[in-house]
Structures are given as C-alpha cells and as structure tokens.
C-alpha cells in the first residue's frame, strides 16, 4: 500500500506539469484538465483505501479462496487525458500485485513523460511500470498477441480484429 501512497504523491508534485501538458496536447480548457490530472493523482489513494478494507483470503463454503496477481497487464491509452487514462489502470493493476506495460497514444507524448517521470520518482522496483511507444496497429498488435501479457486494459468497447479474451476493462 506504500507504493500507492508514493505514487500518489510523485504525481501529485507534477500537477502544474501535468495541467501544462493536458491543455497543450489535447487542447483541454485548465478546470478540465485539472480534474483529469485531480484523477490520475487521487486514483492512487482511492485503490489504496480498497486494499485496506480488502480481504484476499476468503472463504466460499469449505473452500479457502487466495487472491492472486494476475500477471502483467498490457495498458493502452487514448490520447485524451492521456495522463489519467494511464493512472486509471495502472492503479488498479499494482493494488493487485501486478506489473504493467503501457502503450500510450503517440499524440501524447508530454502527459506520458511527465506521469513516467511521477513513476520513476515514487521508487518502485524496476520492471513493475513499464512503457513502450510506437503506433497501435504495431505495438498493440504484438502485445495482445504477446503471451508474456496475461490481461489487457483498453478503452476500445468493441471487439475488432486485435481483440482479446484478455481483456480485462475498459475505460
């Protein structure tokens, strides 16, 4: 729960940044992009709170039920608000315990940089956030069909051609 916390506060210091970059990149007007980046911030806090009042052992009837990570979760991000697309789903995946690998939109480089940078800054273990960069129908293609990739976070809502049994939410 310590490295939400972390999290939090690391994106919390790059507010103005974050702002800057939301209204620069996506043309957002700053109360929006301050709520977006508000988001991407207190995320972290909100699974922070589920972990504390979350029970990962149950049991169901005579069986004792362990809750486990479900491995590494591919993330992929529109390129509005990009920064809280990103923390949306990273949130959730390091409360369960997993490791991510994000594939942001290429049009929002400086929001990607600067949550990146947050991330760095909050000291967890190298390998548990991760970013690659390049076009959809590229990167993305080799990530759904990568079978180091157990999960899969997207804003698409509709099945296409890339599409997974992987996946896990959406946005």
Not at 50 to 60: C, G, I, N, P, Y
Request: with cysteine; net charge negative; charged share 20%.
């Amino acid at each position: 729960m310590d490295c939400l916390q972390r999290l939090h506060e690391a994106v919390a210091r790059r507010m103005d940044q974050l702002v800057e970059a939301t209204v620069v990149e996506y043309g957002a007007p700053q109360d929006r992009a301050k709520g977006s980046n508000n988001l991407a911030a207190n995320i972290f806090l909100h699974f922070k709170k589920v972990l504390e009042d979350f029970d990962l052992e149950k049991t169901v009837g005579t069986s004792k039920v362990v809750m486990e990570p479900a491995g590494v979760v591919g993330i992929f991000t529109p390129w509005n608000s990009s920064a809280g697309s990103i923390a949306i789903k990273v949130a959730p995946a390091i409360a369960a315990g997993c490791t991510v690998v994000i594939k942001p939109s290429e049009m929002s480089a400086m929001q990607t940089e600067v949550l990146m940078d947050a991330f760095h800054e909050a000291g967890l273990p190298p390998g548990v956030i991760n970013v690659v960069t390049g076009l959809g129908e590229v990167v993305g293609t080799e990530l759904t069909k990568s079978p180091d990739i157990q999960k899969i976070a997207s804003p698409v809502r509709r099945r296409s051609e890339n599409w997974s049994p992987k996946t896990l939410w959406t946005q």
